[in-house]
């Protein structure tokens, strides 16, 4: 009996010796069978996802200067990954950021609805208080 491979959606005879086999034998399907499987994993077992944490912080002790020297070894790789990162900045950032040049300051504030009725008794008072003046506004 046929099955759709859900990675690549083409058409395979499960192996006879593989129970449940939902993914075709490509090594390419077979990653992203591995990569699920995986990602579910770390979100269910504590104990899997303290293992990985250990295995990586272990493996990061003994290969120190590796991401330096892959950086070095791959600029055209590094300059794309930094094009891209920028790129993932620009869509994460806030559409609504103030763009004002007086940073708010601290202080107290009643918040009045821009929707429903016109006058309201019941305002909104708020604390706002400044936490870091670090960020340059506008």
């Given at each position: 009996m046929e099955?759709?491979?859900?990675?690549?959606?083409?058409?395979?005879v499960p192996h006879p010796a593989v129970k449940n086999q939902q993914y075709c034998g490509n090594p390419g399907c077979q990653r992203a069978r591995k990569?699920?499987?995986?990602?579910?994993k770390l979100s269910h077992d504590p104990d899997y996802r303290e293992n990985q944490a250990r295995?990586?912080?272990?493996?990061?002790r003994r290969n120190r200067g590796y991401w330096k020297e892959y950086r070095k070894r791959?600029?055209?790789y590094t300059e794309q990954n930094r094009l891209r990162q920028r790129e993932r900045?620009?869509?994460?950032?806030k559409?609504?950021?103030?763009?004002i040049k007086v940073p708010i300051s601290s202080g107290r504030y009643r918040l009045i609805p821009l929707y429903g009725k016109i006058a309201k008794m019941d305002d909104l008072i708020v604390e706002i208080g400044v936490v870091t003046r670090?960020?340059?506004?506008?």
């Open positions: 099955k759709t491979c859900p990675c690549c959606r083409k058409k395979f990569r699920k499987w995986q990602k579910e295995a990586q912080r272990e493996w990061q791959n600029p055209a900045r620009v869509r994460i950032a559409m609504d950021e103030l763009h670090g960020y340059a506004m506008g």
